[in-house]
């Protein structure tokens, strides 16, 4: 008697080899890495997805899985995809990224904004944005989210609003400003015009990067 209970305590304190519990590990620690580095606590992520501080807890400490649902919400206010959660990427790799293989959304208002950032996004977003004369970021201020932003004028003349403020910057000029705060940039130069935005800690959601596509550079640019 006194065998089999030392075998079934050894038993219950032993390590137990399964798979998905490292799996659910190493998730938790990249949900933990992502929301961190997005400035959210526990609190503010689980009323974001609609489960709770404890729930996320759990998640990122192994604890337990999420059904595809759950993951989906996170990973959307993560501003990843279900997928990315779950890649093993070794951060300051070296990666690079050719201009030919850029990612941008569709010109609008004469500005055809490009992706530099490899997804998913973990510390910082960066962004390049080649303006029409006369282009601008649309014809409101806009804001998204409440992280620092820096903009670094490339080429040309272009006036930045920020609030009631006008900066009127030239290449090699920069401004650095909140994402809380509305703002606006508007190529006033005679010339093309390109601007690059660095955007830390990301405030980009999943839906916003997913319209972003393959960019092709055409004999004009």
């Known amino acids: ?47 974001m997805t609609n489960t709770s501080a404890s729930f996320i807890s759990q998640l990122e400490r192994g604890l337990t899985g999420a059904s595809t649902a759950s993951l989906n919400e996170i990973a959307s206010a993560l501003g990843v995809s279900i997928a990315m959660l779950f890649e093993e990427r070794s951060p300051g790799s070296g990666e690079v990224l050719r201009r030919s293989e850029r ?23 960066v962004y390049v944005g080649e303006f029409d004369i006369g282009g601008s970021t649309g014809p409101t201020l806009y804001t998204h989210g409440n992280a620092h932003e820096m903009l670094i004028v490339l080429r040309g003349v272009v006036e930045v609003s920020l609030g009631e403020a006008r900066h009127i910057l030239e290449e090699g000029d920069c401004v650095e400003y909140a994402t ?36 092709k550079p055409t004999a004009s640019r």
């Open 1 to 47: 008697m006194i065998k089999k209970n030392a075998i079934r305590r050894a038993s219950a304190t032993a390590p137990v080899p399964v798979e998905g519990t490292r799996a659910q590990s190493d998730l938790g620690g990249r949900l933990k890495h992502l929301r961190l580095s997005r400035r959210l606590s526990l609190r503010q992520l689980g009323e």
């Open 103 to 125: 990612t941008s959304i569709p010109p609008a208002h004469g500005c055809h904004k490009m992706l530099l950032s490899r997804r998913p996004l973990s510390d910082m977003e």
């Open 180 to 215: 809380s705060i509305p703002h606006r940039t508007e190529n006033i130069g005679n010339g093309r015009a390109e601007v690059m935005w660095v955007i830390a800690p990301p405030t980009s959601a999943r839906t916003d990067l997913d319209q972003y596509t393959t960019w």
